[in-house]
Every structure is written in C-alpha cells, then in structure tokens.
C-alpha cells in the first residue's frame, strides 16, 4: 500500500519519506475525504515500523507538507519521516 525510501536532500540524519502507491486524488492532506481514512492511519502505522527499523527509539519527527506555503514541492500525499538527531521547536 505504501512506499518508503530515503529522500534526495535530507533534513536530518534520518529523511524518510513514506507514500501511498495510489494517489486516489489525495495530492495533499487538504484533500483527504472520508475513503482515504485508512491509507491516512496505514502511514503513519508505517512511519512507525519504519523509525524502529531505522534505530529511531530516542525519538523521531513526522511531517506532512500540505500547499505552497508549507514548501508542499511534490503534489502527491507524503510523510516525511526525520529523527537521528535532537530536534528544535519551534520547527519553522
């Protein structure tokens, strides 16, 4: 259902980014409707799996950029997994 892979300019140690196989017309949060529930949860169940695999027990960030003022560049739904280091607050 998903696809998890490192991404090309990473933010932190870390930088995982977790996608639907299926856009199903979800090419950002701001567009989810009530059948995208569960692919919603499975992403972040997985972002879970994913940062205990990736040795991220410290702790870890999840991120969804969603329209041009969040820096949304890929307009397909998408987690950003972040961990491996401390992270600050507030992020932006």
Do not use: C
């Given at each position: 259902?998903?696809?998890?892979?490192?991404?090309?300019?990473?933010?932190?140690?870390?930088?995982?980014l977790?996608?639907?196989?299926?856009?199903d017309?979800?090419?950002?949060?701001?567009?989810?409707e009530?059948?995208?529930?569960?692919?919603?949860?499975?992403?972040?169940?997985?972002?879970?799996?994913?940062?205990?695999?990736?040795?991220?027990?410290?702790?870890?960030?999840?991120?969804?950029?969603?329209?041009?003022?969040?820096?949304?560049?890929?307009?397909?739904?998408?987690?950003?997994?972040?961990?491996?280091?401390?992270?600050?607050?507030?992020?932006?």
């Amino acid at each position: 259902q998903v696809l998890a892979f490192r991404d090309i300019a990473p933010q932190a140690p870390t930088h995982i980014l977790i996608i639907p196989k299926v856009k199903d017309g979800l090419s950002g949060l701001s567009k989810a409707e009530e059948r995208h529930v569960e692919i919603l949860g499975y992403l972040l169940y997985i972002a879970k799996l994913v940062a205990k695999q990736e040795g991220l027990g410290d702790g870890f960030r999840i991120v969804i950029n969603d329209g041009n003022d969040a820096g949304q560049s890929v307009y397909h739904l998408h987690v950003h997994l972040l961990g491996g280091r401390q992270m600050n607050w507030p992020p932006g």
